[in-house]
């Protein structure tokens, strides 16, 4: 067996075959056009220039299980201090200098430009909306204790400060869970106020789906204006106050709602009452009642995908677990200590994470099944594979091996979701670190 792999790795050095790898998907000159947009690019000649600390930041992202050191060491990004053939490891103080001067504005930059770049892998449209289907949901990070995170996060609770944290809103595409948006600031800032810096990162011909909590006039109609045929779909509250204006059918009417003084005095150019439609279940099994949404027209969105559409808001959950517990593998705390490199490191870690996600958008047209069949963990360790051969590679080739691993699909695709649940899926469970006493 030995052999064999010497053998093999000996063909693949001679006959290297360069296949197209999702990690070369970020292009240099994106990079480039980023730091200059920022005024973050390098001058003069450093151990780690600022191109090199955008990939540290991005690899970070990605190789949870390795210090950063370790990160910037096993990808040789750092420049050797002489041009001899004396080799040295780069001290924790470059790569804390690096990306105190680099900042976060060339991540986000970088974020941007690489979305408008795949977002026709990232969208796909509903077959019989015809919409791209978004969802929209907020999340926290914890950050290390550090004077300075402190003052800029705050913390959740007012008695108990165990950690800062960082509340993130996120925009996700539901059919490829791949990230469109962000938008991230102290814990005490809330997820309707964050929900609306997504403004700009909507996209046109979409349908986002809200949880109850973004239940805000002032958000949902600026949403629809955002972009050309943008639309949204959210669960109605208990205490709704509405009137109705016409009846479509059953439970399908059109609506018309009051706007609080307090949100027309945030802002002047809301009017007095608003309409939408509004769609209910004929027998609700939980707390989910019916929606209102801006899909007013019933023939050409019926009632009964309406119903079903909204389930799949699901997907941004999966999405952001998929962040913490296996990209991030349940570290649940960043790792930098300052404010800045905060919400840098998170940058990296959402751009990596879209590139798992490109990687499996492409595993799935392969295979024809849908990009959420394919397994996140195959795909990370596939792409981290590739990182490591392109770091040892001279001329930046990989194997033939392991193009013989990317189109073996099957090892990739998970099993079609159950059908057959004799509970609707209602909340995730997390389970306790701790074990369960129960009395007698």
Same mark, same amino acid.
């Given at each position: ?43 003069? &000649? ?6 090199? +600390? ?7 992202? #990605? ?41 976060? +504005? ?27 289907? #978004? ?33 993130? /809103? $996120? ?7 791949? *990230?469109?948006? +962000? ?10 106020? @964050? +929900?609306? &810096? ?48 016409? !009846? ?38 939980? !707390? ?14 019926? @009632? !009964? ?35 800045? $490199? ?17 990687? *499996? ?12 069949? /394919? ?29 013989? *691993?990317?189109?073996? /699909? ?7 979701? &159950? ?7 209602? /909340? ?13």
């Amino acid at each position: 067996m030995l052999v064999d792999e010497l053998n093999q790795a000996h063909e693949t050095i001679e006959n290297s075959s360069n296949y197209e790898s999702v990690v070369n998907a970020i292009e240099m000159e994106w990079i480039e056009q980023a730091l200059h947009n920022t005024n973050k690019a390098s001058i003069r &000649r450093r151990r780690l220039p600022a191109q090199q +600390a955008v990939w540290l930041v991005i690899w970070m992202g #990605l190789q949870r299980n390795k210090s950063i050191k370790e990160v910037c060491s096993s990808l040789d990004l750092a420049l050797q201090p002489q041009p001899e053939n004396s080799w040295s490891r780069v001290a924790p103080s470059v790569l804390t200098d690096s990306r105190r001067r680099l900042d976060e +504005a060339p991540l986000a930059a970088l974020f941007k430009t690489a979305i408008s770049a795949w977002e026709a892998d990232a969208l796909q449209l509903n077959s019989v909306l015809n919409l791209n289907v #978004l969802a929209v949901d907020g999340t926290t990070f914890r950050c290390p204790d550090s004077k300075e995170n402190a003052e800029s996060f705050g913390f959740i609770s007012k008695s108990y400060k165990p950690y800062p944290q960082l509340r993130l /809103v $996120g925009l996700m595409a539901a059919e490829t869970r791949m *990230m469109l948006g +962000a938008s991230f600031d102290a814990c005490n800032v809330g997820e309707v106020t @964050l +929900a609306h &810096r997504l403004l700009t990162d909507v996209p046109a011909n979409s349908l986002t789906l809200f949880d109850r909590c973004y239940f805000s006039a002032d958000l949902l109609i600026n949403w629809q204006e955002a972009a050309v045929n943008s639309h949204w779909l959210t669960p109605i509250k208990r205490k709704l106050r509405y009137e109705v204006i016409e !009846e479509y059918a059953d439970n399908d009417m059109l609506i018309e709602m009051p706007i609080s003084p307090q949100a027309r005095k945030k802002n002047s150019e809301l009017p007095a009452r608003w309409q939408a439609r509004l769609v209910l279940y004929k027998d609700p099994a939980g !707390e989910i009642e019916g929606f209102i949404t801006s899909l007013a027209d019933p023939n050409q969105y019926p @009632l !009964e995908e309406l119903l079903r559409i909204y389930w799949q808001r699901w997907e941004i959950e999966e999405g952001f677990g998929e962040i913490k517990q296996t990209q991030l593998q349940s570290e649940v705390t960043l790792r930098s200590r300052f404010p800045s $490199g905060v919400k840098q490191e998170l940058w990296g870690v959402l751009l990596a994470y879209n590139l798992v996600r490109l990687e *499996m958008v492409q595993i799935a047209a392969d295979a024809d099944v849908k990009p959420t069949r /394919v397994s996140f963990t195959a795909a990370i360790n596939l792409i981290d594979t590739q990182l490591r051969w392109l770091a040892l590679s001279p001329d930046g080739t990989l194997p033939a091996k392991l193009k013989q *691993m990317r189109e073996a /699909v099957s090892h990739f695709i998970l099993p079609d979701k &159950r059908k057959d649940r004799t509970f609707p899926r209602s /909340v995730l469970f997390v389970p306790s670190k701790y074990p369960f006493r129960y009395k007698r």
